[in-house]
C-alpha cells in the first residue's frame, strides 16, 4: 500500500476555508496550543501523549458539546455529541515518538497504527452496526496523519479480502495481533492507495509564538483542520443552507413583519392589530400612504389587492422590500470597501453619524449612487465622497415611488421598540432594552453583523457573527417564498441540479454548434488547444440560454452563473480582456459558493494595487456580466421576488466590483448592468399570444428587425447614462406595443371579424339597399351578419380587457435572446427550478388552464402545468430539471403529465430520501427531462437517490417504469432490492390477502340489515353468548408481533353479518396485519379469532414458505421500507394499508435453514411478548433487520439510507 498526502488547505472545504475566525477563537487556540508544545515530553509514553491531545482538543473546540474519551491505553474517540452513549465520530491511535515502528509514515504505511485503525473502524461499521465515523487519524502528537472515513469506506470495507479476514477473526475468536499480522500481508499489495491529510504542528510553533497579529492567519488551516467542523462534518455559517435566525426574525420585526405557520407552510404577515409597531418602516409607510390617500393615485389598484386594507399593505410592503434591498446591498458594498481599504473607517457610510434621517437616507439613494462624482453637489462631497457611483437601476426611483411614496416621505421622529431577542448589547455585553429611533435601531443593527465575509481567509477581529450573500439570500427567499406556495430550495440542491443539467447543456451545445457527437462533459477539454478554440468556447457557453419561470429570490439564477463559471474554468477558456486566461487559479463551486483559489491553495483576495489581482477581479467580474445578461432569465408574478432576484444578481457582481484602473485615486468603481431587464414580472403560465403567434406583419409594417431588438436590449443593459437608458426604454415599448397590436390583428376573431365586415359592406352597405327593398332572406341574412359581428366584437374587446391577463406574460416576445433571425420563437437551453406547488387558482384561471393545457384534470397542482410550459418553452433537445412533488410519479390525478413527460424524454429522477423541505409534507423528487420531437414508446431512464449526506446513494437504470396504469415505478424497484431480485417472488404470488369482516351495513347481510340492526349492534357482545359467538380482534388490539390489549369483542358469526368472509380462513393460522397505518404492524394469529375490517389477513401461505419466516420479513425495516416507497403513504393523516401494495412486497425464496434461522428470532419475540406485554424487543427486531439486509443482499449504501428513512 502507499498514501496519498494532501495538506490540510487541501483537505478542508474551500467554503470553510475562507471563512473568518473569531479573534476569541484564534486567542484561546494559540494558548492552548503553546502550552500543548510546552508540556510534550518526548520519551513519554502514549498514556502521556494522549492526555495532552484530550486537553488539547477539549479545552480548545469540544468541551461542551462532544464527549471525548479513551477507548484503550493508546487511543481516544470523539463522539458527535456531549454524552458517551452518543455514536464515535472519530477514532484516533496515538504512537509516542520512540515507536517509529508502529507509527505511520509515508514511506512506511504498513504498519501498526494503519491496522489498529482498520480494525476499530470494521469494528464500528461491522460489529456495532455504526455508520457515524468520520474521520480517524494516527499521531504520534507532532505528526497527524487525518483519513477520511470515506476512504476507509471504499479501499477498506469494501475489500472483499479484509472483511473476509474480519469475519474470520471473529468466527474463529483470533487475537488482535493475528489479525494485524494477516491484514499486513493483505496491504502488502502496491496498488492500495489511501489519500491522508498530513501535517506536523512543529511547522506551526513559530507563528503560535509570534506577537504579530499577521502571523495568526497562518494558523487558520491548523485551526480548523482540528475543529469539529472538519472532524465531525458539521455545517458552518456560511452555509447556504443555513439560515441565521436571530438575524432573520429582527430584521423581520424592524420591517414590521413576522413569520407564522399554517399547516405545512411558514408564512409571513403583517403583525396583528395590538402587537404593531408605529416605528416599523411598514408600519410608517402604510400611515404616510394613509394619509396621504396615496392608493387612489395608483395606476392600476387592483394589482395589489381586493380591497384599500390590502392594497394599502402590498404596496407598503413593496416599497419596504426596495429600501431594504437596497439599505442592505449598500451594507455589502461598504463592508467591500472596507475590504478593499484593510479596515479603513473612511470608508463607511451607513451610519447614523452621516445619515440622520429618512431624507439623508433618500439623498445616499438618488444623490450619491445614482450621480457620477463630478455631478454630485458640494454637501453631498463632504458626507459622501468616497461613495461610487454605481448606475444601477436599483438606485433609480420606481414607477411605484414615483405614484406613492419615497424614503423621505416617512417620518424620522418615532421609535421602534427592541425585540426581546435583540441582538445588541450595551458595554457590559448585557442585551439592551427599551426603544430606539428607527432608522438609528436599523444601522446599528447591521452594524452588529459582519458582512464582509466574502473573500481570504481572515481573522475577525470583532466578535459578530457573519452575514453573507447566500445567507441574505435566503432570507430574502423566506420573505417572499411561500406567499406562492414555494419552499426555499437548499443550497445544495440548486447547486447539483445547475451542475448535473448545465453541463449536459453545455455538451448538447457544443455538439450542435460544431458537429460533434460527445457523450461527456470532460470530452470537451481535449478538443479546445489554442486561443481562437477558447475565444470560440466562450461564445459557445455564452450562448446558452437559461430560465427560471418561477425566480423567486434568484437562488438558481446566481447557483448557474456560478456554476457556468466554473464551467469555463474547468475547460481553461476563463480568459481576461487581452486573453490570456486564469489558469493559475483553481475555480470551483463548493456549498453553493463560487470559490476561488491560487496555485497555492490560498483564497484570492482582491487587492487593486496588484496588476494580476486586478486582472483576475476584472475577469470574473465582466465574465458574471456577460453570463447575466447574456444567460440568465427569469420571471416571477411576485414583483418583490422579481426585485430580491435582481438584488442578488447585483450582489453577485458586487462581489467583483473593481476600480478602474485609470480612474487615479483609484476611488470610481465599474459601473453595474442594468440587468433587470432579464429578470421581469408576469404570470408565467399565463400568455394572450401563442409562441407561434407571427411577428412578421409587425416587423415589416414598422420596418424593423428582431437584431435591432436585441440590439436595444444590450444597449439598456449596458446604458451610458440615464438618457441613454430612457430612450433605450421607449424603443423596446414601441416594439413591444407594436407586436401586441399587430399580433392582436392577425388573430383569428379579427380576421374572421374582417372577412364578416367586409361581407356586410359587399352585401348591405355598397348597394346602399334599404332595408324595404330586401327580401325576407336577405333581411335574415343581414341580421345574422350583424349578429356576428357583434359577437365577435364582444369577443374581441373580452379577450382585450380579460383580467386574466393583467398580469400576462409573453414569452413570444419578451425575450428577444430567444427568438430566431426571422422571428421566429426558438426558445430556451434550459428551463430549470422549484416551481410553486399547492396553489388556490381563481375560476377565471381554471378555465384558462382548462382551455390551453393539457395536462390539466381534476385537481391539477400548479407544478404540473409548470411541467408542461416550461417543455413549450425550450427549444428542441432542451433541459427542463425542476424540484417537485413526487405526486406526479403516481397519484389518480398526474396521468395526463405522466403522459406528457413521458412522451418527451425522461432522462433521470432523483428521489430524495428525506425531508428537502423542512415545512412540507410532501416526499419530493429532481426531474430531468429533454423536449424531443419524436421518441421510442420505451426507453431507459436514470433513477438516483439522494440522502442527507448530499451523495448519491444508488444509480441505476429501469426501462419499464412506465407500467400500465400509466404510473411511474420509480421507488422501490429501482432500489434494485424487489422483484429485480433474481431470487424473490411477490407476496401476492405466495398467498391470499383478504380484509377482515365487516360486520354492519344497512342492505348488506342475509337477511339484509335495516337501520335498526346498524344502530344496535345486535351481532356483538362483550361476552360468548353461544358457540356462534367468536372471539373478533380489533386492529387497535396488536401491535408487530403480539397482543397489547386483550380483545374484548364477541361477534357472531354467520350470514347476516354485511360482509362475513369464508370461515375457512379464519379458521386457519394466519397472519394479521393492522390496516390503519403508514407501515406494516402484523401478528401471527392461531388462536381462529375473527377480525374486523380494519385487519388485513394473510392466509393460505404457500407450503414451501413458513409463516413465522413471512413474518419476520413483512416485520422488518427492509420490507416497511419497500412498502412505503411504494404507497408514499408515509406520514400522512389517516394513512391506510393497501392490499394492491402489499401483494407486490418481495418475498425471497429462502432455503430451510435460513427460513429456520429467521423463524427461531421471531419465536423469541413472540414468547417474550406473551410472558410480558412491555418487554423490549429491539434487540431482537435488529437481529431480524440485519437478517433481513444479508438474505436481500443491501449494501452498506443501501441499508444506511433504509435505516435513516424508517
Known amino acids: 500500500m502507499h498514501l496519498k498526502l494532501i495538506t490540510p488547505k487541501q483537505a478542508l472545504n474551500k467554503a470553510y476555508l475562507k ?48 464527549q471525548i474519551n479513551p477507548i484503550s491505553k493508546n487511543d481516544l474517540v470523539i463522539h458527535t455529541g456531549k454524552s458517551p452513549a452518543d455514536p464515535i465520530g472519530v477514532i484516533l491511535e496515538a504512537k509516542n515518538m520512540v515507536n517509529t515502528l508502529e507509527m505511520i509514515s509515508e514511506q512506511k504505511p504498513n504498519v501498526k497504527a494503519i491496522h489498529e485503525l482498520i480494525l476499530y473502524y470494521l469494528n464500528e461499521r461491522i460489529t456495532n452496526n455504526k455508520h457515524d465515523v468520520k474521520q480517524l487519524v494516527a499521531t504520534n502528537i507532532y505528526e497527524w496523519y487525518v483519513f477520511d472515513a470515506n476512504e476507509f469506506d471504499k479501499k477498506i470495507y469494501r475489500s472483499t479480502a479484509i472483511k473476509k479476514l474480519y469475519e474470520q477473526k471473529r468466527n474463529d475468536n483470533k487475537d488482535n495481533p493475528w489479525f494485524y499480522g494477516e491484514l499486513k500481508k493483505l496491504l502488502a499489495d502496491d496498488e492500495l492507495s489511501l489519500e491522508a491529510t ?50 432573520y426574525s429582527e430584521l423581520l420585526h424592524i420591517i414590521g413583519l413576522y413569520e407564522y405557520k399554517e399547516g405545512s407552510k411558514k408564512l409571513i404577515s403583517r403583525k396583528k392589530e395590538g402587537e404593531r409597531n408605529a416605528g416599523s418602516l411598514l408600519e410608517n409607510a402604510i400611515a404616510n400612504l394613509d394619509s396621504h390617500d396615496k392608493i387612489s393615485r395608483l395606476d392600476k389598484p387592483s394589482q395589489y389587492g381586493d380591497n384599500y386594507q390590502n392594497r394599502m399593505y402590498n404596496v407598503a410592503l413593496e416599497l419596504v422590500i426596495t429600501w431594504v434591498n437596497r439599505i442592505l446591498f449598500l451594507k455589502l458594498l461598504e463592508a467591500q470597501l472596507l475590504n478593499y481599504h484593510k479596515g479603513d473607517k473612511g470608508f463607511t457610510f451607513l451610519n447614523k453619524d452621516k445619515i440622520h434621517s429618512f431624507d439623508d437616507l433618500d439623498k445616499l439613494f438618488f444623490r450619491v449612487l445614482a450621480k457620477k462624482e463630478e455631478e454630485r453637489s458640494q454637501e453631498v462631497l463632504r458626507l459622501f465622497g468616497k461613495v461610487p457611483y454605481l448606475n444601477s437601476s436599483l438606485f433609480e426611483p420606481t414607477e411605484l415611488e414615483h405614484q406613492t411614496l419615497f424614503i423621505n416621505g416617512l417620518e424620522d421622529a418615532i421609535a421602534l421598540p427592541l425585540i426581546s431577542s435583540t441582538v445588541l448589547k450595551d458595554q457590559r455585553g448585557r442585551t439592551i432594552k427599551g426603544s430606539l429611533n428607527t432608522l438609528d435601531y436599523l444601522f446599528e443593527f447591521l452594524n452588529a453583523y459582519d458582512f464582509s465575509s466574502e473573500g481570504a481567509e481572515e481573522i475577525q477581529e470583532d466578535n459578530k457573527t457573519l452575514i453573507n450573500a447566500s445567507v441574505l439570500g435566503l432570507i430574502f427567499e423566506k420573505i417572499n417564498g411561500y406567499k406562492d406556495g414555494s419552499f426555499f430550495t437548499p443550497g445544495f440542491i440548486t447547486m447539483y441540479m445547475c451542475r448535473e443539467t448545465i453541463r449536459r447543456a453545455v455538451v448538447q451545445k457544443f455538439n450542435e454548434v460544431k458537429g460533434w457527437k460527445l457523450q461527456e462533459y470532460t470530452d470537451i477539454y481535449d478538443r479546445i488547444t489554442n486561443l481562437t478554440d477558447r475565444k470560440e468556447a466562450n461564445d459557445i457557453i455564452n450562448s446558452l440560454k437559461i430560465c427560471d419561470p418561477a425566480v423567486g429570490s434568484g437562488h438558481f439564477l446566481v447557483s448557474a452563473l456560478n456554476e457556468l463559471i466554473a464551467i469555463k474554468s474547468d475547460l481553461n477558456i476563463l480568459m481576461s480582456s487581452d486573453g490570456r486566461t ?98 421581469k414580472t408576469g404570470n408565467s403560465l399565463i400568455s394572450r399570444f401563442a409562441l407561434d403567434a407571427d411577428l412578421k406583419p409587425a416587423l415589416k409594417k414598422n420596418n424593423i428587425t428582431i437584431e435591432a431588438y436585441r440590439q436595444a436590449v444590450d444597449t439598456y443593459r449596458n446604458a ?26 392577425n388573430s383569428k376573431e379579427v380576421k374572421d371579424l374582417t372577412k364578416l365586415e367586409s361581407e356586410y359592406v359587399y352585401k348591405y352597405d355598397s348597394t346602399q339597399l334599404f332595408d324595404n327593398k330586401l327580401s325576407k332572406k336577405q333581411i335574415n341574412d343581414k341580421k345574422d351578419l350583424k349578429n356576428k359581428i357583434d359577437k365577435l366584437k364582444t369577443r374581441i374587446e373580452e379577450i382585450k380587457t380579460n383580467k386574466i391577463y393583467e398580469n400576462a406574460f409573453e414569452w413570444r416576445f419578451e425575450f428577444p435572446e430567444v427568438l430566431g433571425d426571422d422571428s421566429s420563437y426558438r426558445g430556451f437551453d434550459v428551463v430549470i427550478g422549484n416551481p410553486p406547488y399547492g396553489i388556490k387558482f381563481q375560476l377565471n384561471e381554471i378555465n384558462f388552464f382548462k382551455a390551453y393545457y393539457s395536462s390539466f384534470e381534476y385537481q391539477v397542482n400548479s407544478y404540473v402545468l409548470f411541467f408542461e410550459n416550461a417543455l413549450s418553452l425550450l427549444k428542441v433537445n432542451g433541459l427542463v430539471d425542476f424540484i417537485t412533488p413526487a405526486t406526479f410519479t403516481y397519484q389518480r390525478y398526474f396521468k395526463r403529465i405522466r403522459s406528457i413527460l413521458k412522451s418527451n424524454k425522461i432522462l433521470r429522477v432523483r428521489k430524495f430520501l428525506y425531508e428537502v423541505f423542512e415545512d412540507a409534507d410532501i416526499g419530493d423528487s429532481v426531474s430531468l427531462l429533454t423536449k424531443k420531437e419524436t421518441i421510442s414508446s420505451t426507453y431507459p431512464i436514470e433513477v438516483q437517490f439522494l440522502f442527507k449526506s448530499k451523495e448519491i446513494q444508488k444509480s441505476i437504470l429501469s426501462e419499464n417504469f412506465y407500467l400500465s396504469e400509466n404510473v411511474f415505478d420509480l421507488n422501490y424497484s429501482a432500489m434494485n432490492i424487489s422483484l429485480s431480485h433474481p431470487n424473490s417472488i411477490y407476496l401476492g404470488d405466495i398467498s391470499k390477502i383478504i380484509v377482515g369482516i365487516k360486520p354492519y351495513q344497512v342492505g348488506k347481510g342475509k337477511p339484509k340489515q335495516v337501520k335498526e340492526v346498524v344502530d344496535n349492534k345486535i351481532y356483538t357482545s362483550t361476552i360468548k353468548l353461544d358457540d356462534d359467538y367468536r372471539l373478533c380482534i380489533n386492529g387497535k388490539d396488536f401491535h408487530r408481533y403480539g397482543l397489547i390489549n386483550k380483545p374484548t369483542m364477541f361477534l357472531k358469526y354467520g350470514e347476516w353479518l354485511a360482509e362475513p368472509r369464508k370461515s375457512a380462513f379464519f379458521d386457519e393460522e394466519k397472519i394479521i396485519l393492522r390496516q390503519t397505518s403508514d407501515s406494516i404492524i402484523a401478528m401471527l394469529d392461531s388462536s381462529k379469532s375473527l377480525n374486523l375490517n380494519n385487519v388485513y389477513n394473510i392466509g393460505h401461505i404457500d407450503a414451501k414458505y413458513k409463516y413465522k419466516y413471512v413474518l419476520g420479513l413483512i416485520n422488518s425495516s427492509l420490507i416497511n421500507y419497500i412498502y412505503q416507497n ?15 401494495y402489499l401483494e407486490k412486497l418481495p418475498i425471497i425464496k429462502a432455503t430451510n435453514r435460513q427460513q429456520n434461522d429467521l423463524s427461531m428470532i421471531v419465536d423469541e419475540i413472540i414468547l417474550k411478548k406473551e410472558s410480558d406485554i412491555n418487554y423490549d424487543i429491539s434487540h431482537l427486531e435488529k437481529q431480524i433487520n440485519q437478517f433481513v439486509y444479508e438474505l436481500y443482499n443491501l449494501t452498506e449504501e443501501e441499508i444506511k439510507i433504509v435505516e435513516e428513512a424508517i
Request: aromatic share 10%; hydrophobic share 35%.
Open 720 to 745: 451610458r447614462d440615464k438618457e441613454q437608458k430612457r430612450e433605450m426604454e421607449g424603443i423596446i415599448s414601441v416594439i413591444k406595443t407594436n407586436f401586441r397590436t399587430e399580433i392582436s390583428n
Open 1126 to 1140: 411504494i404507497s408514499q403513504d408515509k406520514g400522512r393523516s389517516f394513512a391506510e394499508v393497501k392490499k394492491v
Open 19 to 66: 471563512e473568518k475566525i473569531s479573534r476569541t477563537s484564534i486567542e484561546l487556540f494559540k494558548t492552548n496550543f503553546v502550552d500543548l508544545l510546552s508540556k510534550i515530553n518526548e520519551k513519554g509514553d502514549e498514556e502521556h501523549l494522549k492526555s495532552l491531545i484530550a486537553d488539547f482538543l477539549k479545552f480548545t473546540w469540544y468541551k461542551d458539546a462532544y
Open 582 to 679: 486564469l489558469r493559475d487559479y483553481h475555480i470551483e463551486v463548493v456549498n453553493d459558493e463560487l470559490i476561488v483559489n491560487d496555485e497555492n491553495g490560498d483564497s484570492f483576495k482582491y487587492n487593486f494595487h496588484d496588476h494580476r489581482s486586478q486582472i483576475v477581479q476584472q475577469t470574473l467580474f465582466h465574465e458574471k456580466q456577460t453570463i447575466i445578461e447574456q444567460c440568465l432569465f427569469g420571471v416571477d408574478i411576485n414583483p418583490n421576488s422579481v426585485k430580491i432576484c435582481r438584488l442578488r444578481l447585483w450582489i453577485e457582481l458586487l462581489k467583483n466590483a473593481y476600480y478602474k484602473p485609470a480612474s487615479g485615486g483609484g476611488l470610481q468603481l465599474e459601473t453595474l448592468p442594468n440587468i433587470d431587464i432579464n429578470i
Open 198 to 247: 498530513y501535517f506536523d504542528i512543529r511547522t506551526y510553533k513559530q507563528a503560535a509564538l509570534s506577537n504579530n497579529a499577521d502571523n495568526d492567519k497562518k494558523l487558520i488551516p491548523l485551526f480548523k483542520i482540528l475543529s469539529p467542523v472538519h472532524l465531525l462534518k458539521l455545517s458552518f455559517a456560511n452555509d447556504s443552507n443555513t439560515l441565521q435566525p436571530k438575524f
